[in-house]
């Protein structure tokens, strides 16, 4: 049966998972595929921790079922005092955001996504268009869509600079389209 995995950091992916598979061998599954270590991994189905020694069955998942993926967070290289927290790229400073993704089942995941904070908001609509097939559940509205950023409808022809986005600030998505007054 197909199960949707979503992993902390916003990554959804679908794996064929055996109806008596024990959570044990969906984790060496998930470490051969892609990679996590079997000891980092934490499962999740309908808020309980899957035990390893339990099965598929036992926790009465069902195709399609979403089951949450925790892992350790990464530690993050300690910055040194002459460097930027940010790099430069084409005359503008990088940083990260999240990005709040609806998706085809899950209701949004958390994307991080890199921007330079001197382009315009229409690049990251430009750049989710173009990476909407990497991600398994990604979903963006088809009928148009704005970005919200501290509760405000960002101008897409204004910089992020100006809409005053720092590092790991969140944008959200909303279906539609604004309307000038």
Known sequence: MDLFFEAGDGRCFKEEIWFFSTVLEIKQKLHKRYGFPISHQTLLFNGKIMEDK???EY?????????????????KPAAKADQPETSTSGGGRRTTVTVLVPTETFGTMRVAMEVNLADNVSE??????????QIYGFCLPVEGFFFI?????????RSFRWHGVKTDDVIEIFNGS???S
Not at 66 to 71: A, F, W
Not at 149 to 157: A, H, I, L, S, T
Request: proline fraction near 7%; glycine fraction near 2%; hydrophobic fraction near 40%.
């Open 54 to 56: 339990r099965d598929i």
């Open 59 to 75: 926790y009465n998942i069902i195709q399609g079922s979403r089951i949450l993926l925790r892992l350790p967070p990464e530690p």
């Open 124 to 133: 990251l609509k430009k750049e989710l268009w173009r990476m909407r097939h």
């Open 149 to 157: 950023f501290k509760q405000n409808v960002m101008e897409e022809d």
């Open 178 to 180: 604004v309307a000038d």
